[in-house]
T-cell receptor, first 110, second 114 residues
Framework: TQLLEQSPQFLSIQEGENLTVYCNSS?????LQWYRQEPGEGPVLLVT?????EVKKLKRLTFQFGDARKDSSLHITAAQPGDTGLYLC??????????FGTGTRLTIIP | DAGITQSPRHKVTETGTPVTLRCHQT?????MYWYRQDPGHGLRLIHY???????DKGEVSDGYSVSRSKTEDFLLTLESATSSQTSVYFC?????????????FGPGTRLTVT
């Protein structure tokens, strides 16, 4: 059973455009993390959100945790080729484990 | 970068043979995790450890065993490899329980079972 659904699965846009990717679940998470993974490497944490409704910004990336803590979004402004990668959300249920979504593969075309 | 290494980085093995993957950390973190990553499935937890000799199963533990005799090393063993275990395996560490705390990932091991 996949607890976290990410959409879209694939996204290819031109440099300079804006985009939003989504992470949705029917489960309530105590916290949610976003990772970026580049080919041949392990995922790297971008942000952790904990409070329902929380918004965090990381340069051109804006992360939002849903009010009910069941969903999250990642918005990128003025996308750059360096943003290319696989974006993974991961939700925590309980204290010790994370459940990962299937990922959104983002390609930014120069 | 967190000090996590995985060995081997690539391995090709035959069906029915045993395989052991090693994860080594230099961060002295308590929690260690083994995941597999497959297209369409994302990262799925195989086993994890919350201390030396303390391990528990994840969502896809069948066919896998683990051992942790030292804080720095977490071994994943496929007792009798099958083609369905062809995957990329990632080790991760965390200073505190995974929920809400950063997990640092190793570079991965690409395993092919023929």
């Amino acid at each position: 059973t996949q607890l976290l659904e990410q959409s879209p699965q694939f996204l290819s846009i031109q440099e300079g455009e804006n985009l939003t990717v989504y992470c949705n679940s029917s489960s309530v998470f105590s916290s949610l993390q976003w990772y970026r993974q580049e080919p041949g490497e392990g995922p790297v944490l971008l942000v952790t959100v904990v409070t329902g409704g929380e918004v965090k910004k990381l340069k051109r990336l804006t992360f939002q945790f849903g009010d009910a803590r069941k969903d999250s979004s990642l918005h990128i402004t003025a996308a750059q080729p360096g943003d290319t990668g696989l974006y993974l959300c991961a939700g925590a249920i309980g204290n010790e484990k994370l459940t990962f979504g299937t990922g959104t593969r983002l390609t930014i075309i120069p | 970068d967190a000090g996590i290494t995985q060995s081997p980085r690539h391995k090709v093995t035959e069906t029915g043979t045993p395989v052991t993957l090693r994860c080594h950390q230099t961060e002295n973190h308590r929690y260690m995790y083994w995941y597999r990553q497959d297209p369409g499935h994302g990262l799925r937890l195989i086993h994890y450890s919350y201390g030396v000799k303390d391990t528990d199963k994840g969502e896809v533990s069948d066919g896998y065993s683990v051992s942790r005799s030292k804080t720095e090393d977490f071994l994943l063993t496929l007792e009798s490899a099958t083609s369905s275990q062809t995957s990329v395996y990632f080790c991760a560490i965390s200073e505190l329980p995974g929920g809400g705390y950063e997990q640092y990932f190793g570079p991965g091991t690409r395993l092919t079972v023929t």
